[in-house]
């Protein structure tokens, strides 16, 4: 195979992984933020026994290995997606995989506000969706940014094991031309493209919490 070969094959992978983590970290970021939030909000008083149930959930979808989540969750994409073959059925258990992992990330970063904040918000009047919006998610920005970082970071790796299944991208790229072909040409470039892509996005992420962390 040509090295012109090569760089075609992993043009489309590279945009099936853009596209699959991209989509992915979207829906992570919604579905964990507002798993993180509730995880918070319901750690004390009545709604207690809802944490502790969101919480067990939140722990099952961590402890699973992603590669056996892959697997698990088959039926569900194919009644999604209709199919559990290609970049669109692999954003189905990335989405899966990833939200309990950010949502325990969102949890951390809102109990590292200072309770004074808080507690000066409460006293100023302030509705728990105004701490929420206006004082807990605007304080723990840097980190919940820092966070996203390391879960998209995560989903790129996911990715990668997605194309065990035929999941399409980089991953794929990798097991049916690298390894099942012995295609070396492509493995090398694959690898090369990974880490650049996730030194790509560590950047951009360091760069927003600075830049959060300066306001």
Known sequence: MTWSEVFELLAGGLRETAWMVGVSALLTAVGGLLVGVLLVLTDKGRLRPLNVVLGAIVNVGRSLPFIILLVAVIPFTRA?????????????????????????IVESALREVPPDVVAAATAMGATRRQIVGKVLLREALPGLVA????????????????????????????????????????????VIALVLFVQLVQMVGDLLVRRLSHR
């Not at 999604?80 to 325990?104: H, K, S």
């Not at 390391?150 to 390894?179: C, E, F, H, P, Q």
């Open 147 to 190: 966070g996203l970082t390391i879960t998209v970071i995560a989903l790129v790796g996911y990715s990668a094991m997605a194309g065990v299944v035929g999941g399409g991208g980089l991953g794929d790229l990798a097991i049916r031309y690298g390894y099942q072909r012995f295609e070396t040409e492509v493995m090398i470039a694959t």
């Open 80 to 104: 999604v997606v209709g199919t559990t073959i290609g970049t669109d059925a692999a954003i189905v258990p990335l989405t899966i995989g990833a939200i309990p992992f950010f949502a325990r």
